[in-house]
């Protein structure tokens, strides 16, 4: 059974729900930067704004964390919201527990951005940390909902203008599927207040409104060629409705020689992770991320 800490991600999204089904009240609207009051303060973490070449950014520095490993960190939002702060304290306790710097980035947002701008972006902040002198081998990427689907179409692009790629990927709930063809739509429908598959389509017509095919293979990861992609963690809920996209990445990775892993957590919502620092759940999921990438990284 999911904790009382962890329904509160749960009751946001029917708040989200709600306010999607009632615009005219404005008055009610919580803001996407409100979505980072489900996180605890992480402690011991520095937080400082960027410029990571052309793309904003903030670094994360953890007292006594490894000043030459870092995490990029790629929040989500549906490419239409999200930010630095509504997520800099979930990727500060990824950082603290890991051992390492980490630059989270934000990006340009739809409707007013389509992609590749999204990519663009992410991509010239992997660049910015090479240019900085962090070798490949000692970073690794990390996503949440669509910013777990960017992570894999940034290292795409990366491997595509020839850049060397990172040592490891985490992704959380990612959305890596634009046509939404998992069978968990329907299957947890009743259990996801909010991301069923007509709210995700809309959001991934906004993504793909400059006319791109969902199936391009770099905003459609899952119809890329991943052979040779760094090692992959994945982590899901098991009520979201976005399940069977981590399931996919899953066994498509694996099908090209990936070496990846699922946790899927029972009772759990999209990016339930958010509620890190109250919510066991949350808790136990950033300890296995942090566990999992630290040897990768070369600090175990």
Not at 23 to 31: L, N, Q, S, T, W
Not at 75 to 96: E, I, N, P, T, W
Not at 257 to 262: S, T, Y
Request: with cysteine.
């Amino acid at each position: 059974m999911p904790s009382t800490q962890s329904r509160k991600v749960r009751d946001m999204y029917v708040r989200w729900a709600w306010n999607n089904r009632h615009p005219e009240r404005a008055d009610v609207y919580e803001g996407g930067d409100h979505w980072g009051d489900l996180t605890a303060e992480p402690g011991a973490v520095d937080f400082t704004e960027t410029d990571a070449g052309g793309t904003p950014g903030m670094w994360l520095d953890p007292k006594d964390a490894a000043w030459d490993r870092v995490i990029l960190c790629v929040h989500g939002g549906g490419f239409v919201g999200g930010s630095l702060y509504s997520h800099r304290k979930l990727y500060g306790r990824l950082a603290r527990q890991a051992g390492t710097r980490a630059l989270l980035v934000t990006y340009r947002h739809t409707p007013r951005h389509v992609f590749p701008a999204q990519v663009d972006d992410v991509t010239g902040a992997y660049r910015y940390l090479l240019g900085q002198g962090f070798e490949p081998g000692r970073i690794a990427l990390a996503g949440d909902s669509s910013g777990g689907g960017l992570v894999l179409s940034t290292v795409l692009r990366a491997r595509r203008d020839g850049l060397p790629l990172p040592a490891a990927l985490m992704l959380m709930s990612a959305w890596a599927d634009l046509e939404q063809r998992g069978a968990s739509y329907d299957a947890n429908r009743e259990r996801d207040p909010l991301f069923h598959r007509e709210f995700v389509q809309a959001l991934a017509d906004m993504y793909l409104a400059g006319g791109t095919s969902p199936r391009d293979p770099v905003a459609g990861p899952l119809h890329a060629d991943l052979t040779g992609l760094p090692p992959m963690l994945l982590q899901a809920g098991a009520d979201e409705c976005c399940l069977d996209d981590s399931r996919a990445v899953e066994k498509y990775a694996r099908d090209h020689g990936v070496d990846v892993r699922l946790d899927v957590f029972p009772g759990q919502q999209h990016t339930f992770q958010m509620a890190a620092g109250h919510a066991p759940e949350a808790d136990e999921a950033l300890t296995a991320l942090a566990a999992w990438v630290r040897p990768r990284l070369g600090l175990d």
